[in-house]
């Protein structure tokens, strides 16, 4: 059964503090991807991984970084978490850049 | 570079109502157009792909066609179930730039009354 996994599902952090939310694939997908889903403005790229330690930058990396050391596994760290970054952010992975699988999401509420 | 336009943000209908969801594209080359389906809670999901190979893409009971003169590819459906209240994406990936890329619409939010 294709799957990306997402965890955590919820998380509440202070401003400031670090955030580390995890996403899993068990397709063997080489392209894995971060967004960040706000109301009204759709999905927002924030990374793209083309396979392990090969990331670039989307549309709104501002803020982020990622760790990608396994296949299937993609991080993306919050370092110093802004209210602002109060998000729902959608990991997805496809292969051969093709069709995008997404995972449930994380809602990210930075107080 | 590349944008997808999706002009409805809502949508209301009634059970058994015909569905038809705009959305427009700009690209400089061929794209591969998508259509994801979102339900409450969820992340979006698959609905319809369709490639400069196959210009119509069906799926559970959806249609879009995908007309490069115009550069639309708008979704229909015939007889809407109150089961298909979700959010709506168009999306396009940039075959041209190899990147991956997928650009979404804004979504078009579908509410289907009993």
């Known amino acids: 059964d294709m799957k990306v996994t997402q965890m955590p599902r919820y998380l509440i952090k202070r401003m400031g503090e670090n955030v580390l939310l995890e996403c899993g694939q068990d397709?063997?997908?080489?392209?894995m991807y971060w967004y960040r889903q706000d109301p009204g403005l759709g999905l927002q790229l924030i990374y793209i991984s083309y396979d392990v330690d090969s990331n670039s930058e989307g549309d709104i990396p501002k803020g982020y970084r990622v760790s990608r050391k396994k296949r299937e596994h993609f991080s993306l760290i919050l370092d110093s978490a802004k209210t602002n970054q109060t998000s729902v952010y959608f990991c997805?992975?496809?292969?051969?850049?093709?069709?995008?699988?997404f995972g449930p999401g994380t809602r990210l509420l930075v107080l | 570079g590349d944008s997808v336009t999706q002009k409805q943000g809502q949508v209301t209908l009634s059970e058994d109502d015909f569905l038809f969801i705009n959305c427009t594209y700009s690209?400089?080359?061929?794209?591969?157009l998508f259509w994801y389906v979102q339900y409450p809670g969820q992340g979006p999901q698959l609905l319809l792909k369709v490639t400069t190979a196959n210009n119509k893409g069906i799926s559970r009971g959806f249609e879009a066609t995908y007309d490069k003169g115009t550069t639309s590819f708008h979704l229909q459906k015939a007889s809407v179930q109150e089961s298909d209240s979700a959010v709506y994406f168009c999306a396009l990936v940039d075959r041209g730039t190899n990147t991956g890329k997928l650009t979404f619409g804004d979504g078009t939010v579908l509410t289907v009354k009993p």
């Open positions: 997805a992975s496809s292969l051969y850049q093709d069709t995008q699988y």
């Open positions: 397709m063997s997908h080489e392209t």
């Open positions: 690209t400089t080359t061929y794209p591969t």
